[in-house]
């Protein structure tokens, strides 16, 4: 478990030059604001992000938090928006299972039998499938995002970090909201909420959204369908039963409905195939249009995402200083997403690839004490069990039809894993507080597939079957020194994220486990009233990272593990209450991370590194990435926002303005592996500006918002393929108004 530190002069200068530059205009503001008297008390934020409640500040954690007025505010309504608001997170999104990663930690996963590195939750449901990790946030309490390895806490492979989403709770008032939206692009947008306690000891909320809009992309194929077009509902249900006076029952379900070809319209990134083959058709670069065959196959059905899930959680005091909380979760997932594999109007490779019938249950406890003494401590366990079934077909030929099955794969998956923990506080003095936790991990797996290929033969099945267990200790260790105005402290953590295998169409491989350790330095403190910072240094050291690319023979991607690799970095956050009136808050994160040795990392067509012509098609040779950063991983991303509030009265009554406008940039970084110099794998430096301006009057409010507002083009993902080399835009320009009445 040791740490291979290298100290390096120059990136150190950069990391305190970067901190420094952040911090001194701040600090003169903030003498300014003194001077005028016009300091603002910041609001106090409370957690969970360590299994109990208590302030932000004293949280030895890197810890961002968003209240639900503050993810309102921002223009945050999904999760993609999280990752714009807090530097250091990326999401890759390939149309089939967005990928997060956070910290340069994640893996591009394409198979059932593989995990995410980011653990996302939304109160106690882990969400364990890639493809529903995306999804509308709203009626939220609000969104926690842990950064480094939460597994002692929190459980499976959350080795990059874990983000909490927990939900508005049902509460002892009857209120309720609708809205109303529109927007470009024809975007339409209804959602509300009613909390109703139909007596003293039982309550129900309900909240529910839809939300529609038309294509941002043009598919340039003579009547083709257009692609990027969006139809969302969800709705959630929520029960609370005050069993008795120290016993509560809580009842969650959730359902969500989305269909979205955002991301299954993919562009060519070379405007054909730099591999030598001539696909012929039509091609495209530009980020309002696509040239997909797609949309002209009526044998490919719309891509969707359907979800079902319950969560049952009971909640009682054992005495006066214990409390224990058990739960039980399951969801029923199913996807179906076509996705163009070469941005071509030709058939190679177009897939369809879904996963049905995937159902997962779990279900654990947890007892915490606090007596009011100088020991509190929290332990528990929980047991998970998930199945899932994938089909995967590739296509190839013509648009228009008359395509044929290349190949068609059928995967079945089955997952067991539990885990016992245990973490507890030691306050040795006024100063000094001792954290030790730990977690036992076991895991099993299971994966049987057959494969086949059709077309001009058919060939039988060959079937194929996986299967492996993992077991992992991982510790954490933390020490908090108490400032009169904050706290420092210094943690070591272990990650473990499991194995896995290889995609349905590759006869299985199996992934060994990865691991992470970190050390972690923070310090947070409130410097004024006005002025607060969280900052961290922080080192990690990976072993066997799971990095997934496109395989050698060409037709697919397949996941492997790289050698060891290194990470370091610094977080610093600022939040100033200028006035009154104006909040000013700037993020930032600085990474520094490479591979220590890659033999095998990424594929260059035969021609560019031997220098023959007639070393063309999937003729490939590898090279050794060595010292190069690792892929979606920006050296420097900074995220500032300003926001406004002023209370008015109009015509007698009272209302409140409020305004907020929000930079995130994130500097350049590397999709995936390639050397071809043909192909651009790469996301240039760019910026996004979103702004909100609200006026609330009594109950009814107005709001006028804009994403994007510079039109900034940028990409969601580029993928090396054997086919061809294709990436996703993000989102163009988009502005609209939303109309709220409260009561």
């Known amino acids: 478990m040791s740490i291979k530190i290298r100290v390096r002069i120059f990136r150190v200068s950069r990391v305190c030059a970067i901190g420094l530059g952040l911090l001194l205009p701040f600090a003169f503001a903030t003498t300014q604001a003194e001077a005028a008297k016009q300091e603002r008390v910041i609001e106090e934020v409370i957690v969970t992000a360590q299994k109990r409640e208590q302030s932000l500040m004293d949280a030895a954690i890197d810890v961002t938090a968003f209240s639900g007025d503050q993810l309102t505010e921002a223009g945050i309504d999904d999760v993609f928006g999280i990752a714009k608001a807090v530097p250091g997170v990326t999401i890759q999104n390939t149309g089939a299972n967005p990928q997060i990663f956070m910290r340069g930690v994640g893996t591009r996963i394409t198979g059932t039998g593989l995990d995410s590195g980011v653990a996302v939750y ?84 309900v909240s529910a959204q839809s939300r529609q809009r038309d294509a941002f992309k043009e598919n340039i194929i003579p009547g083709a369908e257009d692609f990027d077009d969006l139809d969302a509902q969800s709705i959630r249900v929520k029960a609370r039963w005050d069993v008795s006076d120290n016993s509560t029952l809580k009842f969650t379900y959730d359902r969500s409905k989305a269909t979205d070809l955002s991301s299954s319209g993919a562009i060519s990134l070379d405007g054909g195939n730099s591999r030598g083959i001539s696909l012929g058709g039509i091609t495209t670069t530009e980020r309002d249009e696509i040239a997909s065959s797609m949309g002209t196959d009526p044998s490919y059905g719309s891509p969707k995402i359907e979800s079902d899930s319950f969560q049952l959680r009971f909640e009682t005091s054992l005495s006066d200083s214990l409390e224990l909380a058990a739960y039980a979760t399951y969801l029923d997932y199913s996807s179906s997403k076509p996705g163009d594999y070469d941005g071509t109007s030709f058939q190679d490779v177009e897939v369809e690839y879904a996963i049905s019938e995937s159902n997962d249950f779990g279900f654990g406890f ?326 909100r301006a609200t006026l609330a009057i009594e109950k009814v409010s107005l709001s006028v918002w804009g994403k994007n507002l510079t039109d900034e083009k940028y990409f969601f993902d580029k993928v090396v393929a054997a086919s061809n080399n294709r990436g996703n835009y993000g989102h163009p320009r988009t502005y609209g108004v939303d109309f709220a009445y409260r009561f």
């Open 122 to 205: 939304v109160d106690d449901r882990f969400v364990t499938r890639q493809g529903g990790q995306v999804f509308d946030i709203y009626d939220v309490e609000r969104v926690e995002v842990l950064k480094g390895p939460q597994g002692v806490l929190f459980g499976r492979n959350a080795t990059g970090g874990a983000i909490r989403i927990i939900s508005k709770e049902v509460s002892d008032e009857l209120e309720g909201e609708l809205s109303l939206g529109y927007g470009s692009d024809s975007y339409q947008m209804v959602r509300g909420f009613v909390n109703v306690p139909v007596n003293d000891d039982f309550g129900i909320r």
């Open 366 to 691: 947890e007892v915490s004490s606090d007596s009011g003494g100088p020991l509190t401590w929290v332990v528990g366990a929980n047991y998970f069990e998930g199945d899932a079934e994938s089909d995967f077909d590739l296509r190839v030929g013509p648009a228009g039809g008359g395509s044929v099955k290349l190949s068609v794969g059928f995967a079945e998956y089955q997952n067991t894993s539990y885990g016992v923990f245990g973490s507890l506080d030691y306050d040795f003095s006024e100063r000094w507080t001792l954290t030790v936790g730990g977690r036992y991990s076991y895991e099993d797996k299971e994966n049987d597939l057959s494969t086949s290929s059709i077309g001009v033969a058919t060939v039988s099945p060959v079937p194929a079957s996986d299967s492996d267990s993992w077991n992992e200790f991982t510790p954490k260790v933390t020490l908090t020194y108490n400032l009169d105005n904050g706290i420092v402290y210094g943690t070591f953590a272990s990650g473990f994220k499991s194995g896995g295998f290889n995609h349905p169409l590759r006869e299985g491989t199996v992934i060994d486990p990865e691991t992470l350790d970190m050390i972690e330095l923070g310090y947070k403190a409130d410097l004024t009233d006005s002025l607060r910072l969280t900052s961290s240094l922080f080192v990690y050291s990976y072993k066997d990272l799971q990095v997934t690319k496109a395989a050698s023979e060409g037709a697919t991607v397949s996941t492997e593990n790289a050698t060891d690799s290194d990470i370091r970095g610094i977080d610093v956050d600022l939040t100033w209450a200028a006035t009154d009136k104006l909040t000013l808050k700037i993020n930032a994160e600085y990474l520094d991370t490479e591979y220590e040795d890659y033999e095998t990392a990424g594929r260059a067509p035969n021609t560019v590194l031997t220098g023959d012509p007639a070393a063309i098609g999937y003729g490939f040779v590898f090279f050794n990435a060595k010292g190069q950063e690792m892929l979606r991983s920006p050296e420097l991303a900074v995220y500032a926002a300003v926001q406004y509030d002023s209370q008015l009265s109009i015509g007698g009554r009272e209302g409140n303005l409020s305004l907020n406008m929000n930079y995130a940039w994130k500097d350049d970084y590397i999709f995936d592996f390639e050397v071809d110099p043909l192909v651009d794998v790469t996301q240039d430096a760019h910026g996004i500006l979103n702004a």
